[in-house]
């Protein structure tokens, strides 16, 4: 679970009940573009770890997916 999450619901909360002031206004988008980020960043790395097979058993990865997947590793190299 990702930890401001908590946070996150709590200013939602507050929100729809009294309102937020601006400071809390401006966590709160900060908040949710860390929370973006991090989901983002979760769903690339499950994307890297894919590789799509046909019913024959031929990889037919879409070659974007397999171009990021060699730029990664090289970048790692480095």
Do not use: C, F, W
Not at 29 to 52: D, F, N, W
């Amino acid at each position: 679970m990702i930890p401001i999450l908590g946070r996150i619901n709590e200013l939602s909360r507050k929100q729809r009940s009294t309102g937020l002031t601006s400071i809390e206004q401006a966590e709160q988008h900060e908040l949710r573009q860390q929370y973006l980020k991090a989901i983002r960043g979760q769903v690339l790395t499950t994307m890297m770890g894919m590789s799509v097979v046909d019913p024959l058993g031929n990889d037919v990865t879409p070659e974007k997916l397999t171009n990021e997947k060699l730029q990664r590793r090289e970048q790692e190299g480095k």
